[in-house]
Nanobody, 115 residues
Framework: QVQLVESGGGLVQAGGSLRLSCVPS????????MGWYRQAPGKQRESVAV???????NYADFVKGRFTISRDNAKPTVYLEMNSLNPEDTAVYYC?????????WGQGTQVTVSS
């Protein structure tokens, strides 16, 4: 079973930046959407940003202007550039690849923002 592998999480001070990356452990054909989600303690998982195969992006209101999602279809890899981080961004961040008939998830990477 192919899984996604996230990297780039860690501890950062408020106002700082991190860049998350996500790659599959094997081959996934015909990937349509790539996205990032997050789950904070005691809260439900929520969408952060999604990018289509054509490059169209959709961001949650709480990250607009601060986070940027991008993808490299050749690798394939999805990135999340996170700037101006604040303590409310503390969560486990998960990546997702969607093919239309299957969804693939990673194990998550912890992002902790200190005040």
């Amino acid at each position: 079973q192919v899984q996604l592998v996230e990297s780039g999480g860690g501890l950062v001070q408020a106002g700082g930046s991190l860049r998350l990356s996500c790659v599959p452990s094997g081959t996934i054909l015909r990937i349509k959407t790539m996205g990032w989600y997050r789950q904070a303690p005691g809260k439900q998982r929520e969408s952060v940003a999604v990018i289509s195969s054509g490059g169209s992006t959709n961001y949650a209101d709480f990250v607009k202007g601060r986070f940027t999602i991008s993808r490299d279809n050749a690798k394939p890899t999805v990135y999340l550039e996170m700037n101006s981080l604040n303590p409310e961004d503390t969560a486990v961040y998960y990546c997702n690849f969607g093919t239309g008939w299957n969804d693939y998830w990673g194990q998550g990477t912890q992002v902790t923002v200190s005040s």
